[in-house]
DNA sequence: ATTTATTTACGAATCTTTTCGTAGAATGTT
DNA sequence: AACATTCTACGAAAAGATTCGTAAATAAAT
């Protein structure tokens, strides 16, 4: 719990972030839509992520059913630090600024983003 | 070059483009501040990135000098880009706020911010 | 000139992640 | 019942990244 994910544990943990508690056909199906994956290719990867403590499971029945221990915020700000430390050098500034100069924030989210930063302002004008 | 650095491959380019063209023995000196590395292991490293692109060398000399082929700015982009996509599923914004809900920007941090934002809101329309 | 140090090149060991083949158990179908 | 399908478990192959040992060449030091 305390280590990353990788990049295809992150595939699945979006998974059942999204759809929910969810069995290794249902992960792998969603999977190779976007790309092709073996069952058990996935069916290992949810078992390591298992033992990892990602995920937790549901052995009752035949078919187990696997739900996201980690949660979804939790994870994303783990993955902000790490490219903020490695790449920005610690700076949210700059990693914000890289990201918002890609330019596909519409005007509804830079309206958001101004509000966020006057709550952290302190909520003065 | 249309690949990823890794992890240290990323160390590597952010001391060349911090101080300009190096030899391995400055890089490696410099990987030892932060963290044990062997020698040859850097300039295996950098041997690597030789070939895959991310540097270009200067071997004039019997110590060869090395120098950042690519641009720090484009594979910070590339970095952004990554995360965004495959963590938050393509939304500038949400990576945004992820970072600074982080809460380590300071106040002139998110001065800069905002003035950003109003460039990208007066740019266009 | 001989020895010592530094550097590159090469290859391999190690480690992590991803992928998949195979076997055996459970379930479903005919 | 016999056969086919689905699932888990296990192990290992394949691929990528990191680390380092060793040898050969060059340079520096004595």
Do not use: C
């Given at each position: 719990m305390?280590?990353?994910?990788t990049?295809?544990?992150?595939?699945?943990?979006?998974?059942?972030?999204?759809?929910g508690p969810?069995t290794?056909?249902?992960?792998n199906?969603?999977?190779?839509?976007?790309?092709?994956?073996?069952?058990?290719?996935t069916l290992k990867?949810m078992?390591?992520?298992?033992?990892?403590?990602?995920?937790?499971?549901?052995?009752?029945s035949r078919?187990?059913v696997?739900?996201?221990?980690?949660?979804e915020?939790?994870?994303?700000n783990a993955?902000?630090?790490?490219?903020?430390e490695?790449?920005?050098?610690?700076?949210?500034?700059q990693?914000?600024?890289?990201?918002?100069?890609?330019?596909?924030?519409?005007?509804?989210e830079?309206?958001?983003i101004?509000?966020l930063?006057?709550?952290l302002e302190?909520?003065?004008?």
């Open positions: 305390s280590n990353k994910p990049e295809s544990e992150l595939e699945v943990l979006k998974v059942l972030w999204t759809k969810s290794v056909r249902e992960v199906d969603l999977l190779n839509e976007s790309r092709e994956v073996g069952y058990t290719t990867i078992q390591i992520m298992a033992q990892k403590g990602f995920v937790s499971r549901d052995e009752s078919t187990h696997y739900s996201a221990a980690v949660q915020g939790d994870i994303k993955l902000v630090d790490r490219l903020m490695t790449a920005f050098s610690g700076s949210a500034s990693l914000v600024m890289q990201a918002l100069g890609r330019g596909n924030a519409s005007k509804e830079l309206q958001r101004k509000e930063i006057k709550r302190g909520g003065e004008s």
